[in-house]
């Protein structure tokens, strides 16, 4: 090899173990757990290199991710300038997620999904303040010190109804903060007749980060303590999941009429919904409000389907830990997971790109109009 090359990950989100990097046809790397779990998938990192180089990296430890069958037809993504992350040649074979790349120039990046950075979390909460119909709320701290922050949309006092929307319980799914930026920018445009419907008689709570420690480590699914927060709702506590308890508590306070929480699935290439059948309270009636949602969501978004999915709980048999189910149970309302694809959407593929914060912010606009028709 004509000059080492140097891989590192010290800087927001990043995540990678460097094994052995001297051959340029074999660099191999695995990707680190998340701190005090056994959870692991997110990978971030930079690679200083030659231009017109090819490269061949090796994650092996790929087997033992936390959904080994998110690798599978999964291609990672690129950046050369932190804007515009591309899709890459990558091959799961023989347990080893295998990258394969030609560098254009000496230094790029690569990541699972495109990176939402703390930053540019921080630029969205002021993005909300600035607006005249906008309020931030400190609710309290993490377990590394970063701030919970609430966006408050419209009249909390003369509102007739309350929404909900929580982002990134899990941090490696940096697809539903991509989401939650292109939903506020629709909901605070005062051009907009739609978000001036809604806004008429609805006020918003949105936690764009529901897990900022998790997002800065690197994490695929934990908080600093380890702790995966969507199974932390029924019993959160101060010293292993405030993030949880802190919104719990504020949700507590002003009522839920429809609630959202976002989510990535590394899995299933398609957009969708999980909804809360197996909790004690369902019926028909809460059946009938979920269809509402999910109906008019198909007429919004071609991005949006009901083909693909999870399975349905039985009756009865709903995980009350979650955040879709617990609220669900506890508020009688509109509750839903909504699931974004790692790959892409199948139904309407972009070679190119794949499932991209473009596409998430669209679909983010598009969630209005469910929002809406489930109000109405
Ligand atoms: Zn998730």
Redesign the pocket.
Known sequence: MSQPIHISCQFDSGNIEVINSESEDNIRLAIRNDNNSDFYQWFHFKVHGQSDQNYRFCIENASDAAYAAGWEDYQAVASYDRETWFRVDTDYRDGQLIIEHTHQHEVIYYAYFAPYSYERHLDLLQFCQSSPIAKLEHLGSTLDGRDMTLAIIGEPETAQNIVWMIAR??PG?SMAEWLVEGFLQKLLDDSDPMARQLLSNTVFYVVPNMNPDGSVRGHL?TNAAGANL?REWLEPTMDRSPEVLLVRQKMQATGVDVFLDI???EAIPYNFLASCEGIPSYNDERAASQDKFRQAFLESSPDFQIKHGYPVAEPGQANLTMATTWVAETFGCVSFTLEMPFKDNLDLPDEVFGWSPERCMRLGEAICYPILKSIQ
Do not use: S
Request: glycine share 12%.
């Open positions: 319980q899990h799914e699914r969507n989510h990535g699935d």
